[in-house]
């Protein structure tokens, strides 16, 4: 095998494993199955990214990109994974199941569109300083799990390297490797 392939088959193995140890358990004595707890941030549907060259679908961002940040320097997209979850692991693991965010929930146009976050996405609600971050799953009594998502989704997370502050549908949102 080449190098270039292992290196490829590392990444991939990497990638696999940072997924699957991205639950903590919980002790639930009731059930029969061990519950976990989903933190790995992530976003579905047409959540548009602000880049360098102007707003981009967060399913058409690729490695390389440049990425507006809240310091004003831009930020290059290193890593874009993808995580499925199926229908049999969300109906095991409700936790996983994401939280819809309203448009203009925040204040006019944060978000700009409805937003569907992954339980683990850390997200600022003030309107201009991004100072204070919580994850999504902090929300969830102010915004409902989305069940039409129930039959399997797909979470699209990025990093820039190290951590950064973008902007995502007008919510400043932050992302660490």
């Known amino acids: 095998m080449s190098s270039a392939g292992s290196v490829i088959e590392f990444d991939r193995f990497r990638r696999i494993k940072e997924a699957l140890t991205g639950f903590a358990r919980t002790d639930d004595k009731d059930s029969a199955e061990p519950r976990l707890a989903w933190?790995?941030?992530?976003?579905?549907?047409?959540?548009?990214?602000?880049?360098?060259?102007?707003?981009l679908p967060?399913?058409?961002?690729?490695?390389?990109d440049d990425l507006r940040t809240y310091s004003g320097a831009s930020a290059r997209v290193e890593v874009v994974d993808r995580i499925h979850l199926d229908q049999d692991f969300l109906r095991k693991q409700p936790s996983a199941l994401p939280l819809r965010i309203p448009a203009n929930a925040f204040g006019p146009g944060r978000p700009s569109q409805d937003m569907l976050l992954s339980p683990g996405?850390?997200?600022c609600p003030d309107a201009h300083v991004a100072t204070t971050f919580v994850k999504a799953n902090d929300l969830r009594g102010r915004?409902?799990?989305?069940?039409?998502?129930a039959t399997?989704?797909?979470y699209i997370r990025f990093h820039c390297g190290s951590p950064a502050i973008v902007r995502i549908d007008g919510i400043w949102m932050r992302v660490r490797p």
């Open 39 to 55: 933190y790995l941030p992530g976003l579905l549907g047409k959540a548009r990214v602000s880049t360098t060259f102007g707003e």
């Open 58 to 64: 967060i399913e058409a961002l690729r490695v390389r």
């Open 121 to 123: 996405q850390e997200i």
């Open 143 to 149: 915004f409902n799990p989305d069940l039409a998502q």
């Open 152 to 154: 399997g989704l797909t």
